[in-house]
């Protein structure tokens, strides 16, 4: 019963192609993000959503488009795939109360590389 | 300057060693403050909030100083089962509110027997 789980988790595909990463969570909460941690391992936010609405959304080429059908998924599709995507890609959840965002839980993340 | 500086290390420390690893933040008006746990390969955890008085969680202790803007973390009578990457973050969203988390690159912790 993994809390936040994301598919797949390894994706191996060649530049120029469209992919999409999806992740859904069984906590219960209201507000989900991705981050991107590249090969320095440094971990960045590139968008969150709180029910279903976007609420951050960092500076991400527009090639990378999240999609939250319900409060429970967020998914990632990603156009023209380039070299430098290749990374992990982590889906966290958390929930917000009376304003104040409570605990990220991540989820296991997919190693996205792009040849 | 990076919004959030630690050093990256490694730290190699032998078991039962006591360790400290420090961090600094560049925006005055962030809200909260946490260390996340980052072990090889996996995704980040909470280890522990940070408050301004000071905190501490079994062996670890994590310390605010608002006016210098850093935080540190203090792991006592360290296991080998601490060894990991240890991620100083903050949230800078006003209020701290939707959770805009920061994150600094770590601090590799690798404890040997």
């Known amino acids: 019963d993994t809390a936040v789980s994301q598919t797949p988790k390894y994706l191996v595909t060649q530049m120029g192609n469209d992919k999409s990463i999806k992740c859904e969570q069984n906590?219960?909460?209201?507000?989900m993000y991705w981050y991107k941690q590249d090969s320095k391992k440094f971990l960045k936010i590139m968008f969150s959503?709180?029910?279903?609405?976007?609420?951050i959304n960092e500076t991400v080429p527009n090639r990378f488009s999240p999609k939250s059908p319900d409060k429970a998924h967020l998914n990632l599709h990603i156009n023209s795939l380039e070299l430098g995507d290749s990374a992990v890609y982590f889906c966290?959840?958390?929930?917000?109360?009376?304003?104040?965002?409570?605990?990220?839980?991540f989820g296991p993340g997919t190693r996205l590389l792009v040849l | 300057r990076k919004e959030v500086e630690q050093d990256p290390g490694p730290f190699n420390v032998p078991e039962g060693a006591t360790v400290a690893f420090n961090c600094t933040y560049s925006?005055?008006?962030?809200?909260?403050f946490f260390w996340y746990r980052q072990d090889c390969r996996k995704e980040p955890k909470l280890l522990m909030s940070?408050?301004?008085s000071g905190n501490e969680d079994g062996r670890f202790t994590a310390q605010l100083n608002r006016a210098s803007q850093y935080i540190s973390l203090l792991i006592r009578d360290s296991k080998l089962s601490d060894s990991a990457t240890y991620l100083c973050?903050?949230?800078?969203?006003?209020?701290?509110?939707?959770?805009?988390?920061?994150f600094g690159k770590g601090t590799k912790l690798s404890v040997k027997p």
């Open positions: 966290a959840s958390s929930q917000t109360t009376r304003g104040n965002s409570e605990t990220q839980y």
């Open positions: 959503y709180n029910n279903k609405e976007l609420i």
């Open positions: 940070v408050y301004s």
């Open positions: 925006n005055s008006a962030s809200q909260s």
């Open positions: 906590l219960g909460h209201d507000t």
């Open positions: 973050v903050v949230n800078i969203t006003p209020g701290g509110s939707q959770g805009n988390l920061i």
